[in-house]
């Protein structure tokens, strides 16, 4: 069973920090494209970055140069760090992986970010 479990949401003042962890379970980690979305109040989901089994990066142009994503695949984790956050960046972060072999797609339940002014 597929497991990603997100943490290291919460209130944050404009020009702060956080970082956000997705624990992954139930997959071959360290082979898997993991990525972060993001979805505001009344707006679609959105790719906020992704990176993949080799290192590669890529990112929305929205916080490029703000937030870095990295892994650990000793840990089977991924994390979001996000600098310089704004009131912009308010969402809910959802963790994304899918399976490079069957191509389904895996979610989390998603961790909460509020960026306040």
């Known amino acids: 069973q597929v497991q990603l479990v997100e943490s290291g949401g919460g209130l944050v003042q404009a020009g702060g920090s956080l970082r956000l962890s997705c624990a992954a379970s139930g997959i071959i980690f360290s082979r898997n494209i993991m990525a972060w979305y993001r979805q505001a109040p009344g707006k679609q989901r959105e790719l906020v970055a992704r990176i993949t089994s080799g290192g ?27 600098n310089s956050l704004n009131p912009g ?7 994304n992986t899918r399976n ?5 797609v895996y979610w989390g339940k998603g961790t909460l970010v509020t960026v306040s002014s």
């Open 56 to 82: 590669n990066t890529n990112y929305a142009d929205t916080v490029k140069g703000r937030f870095t994503i990295s892994r650990d695949d000793a840990k089977n984790t991924v994390y979001l760090q996000m």
């Open 89 to 95: 960046d308010t969402a809910v972060y959802y963790c």
């Open 100 to 104: 490079p072999y069957s191509g389904l």
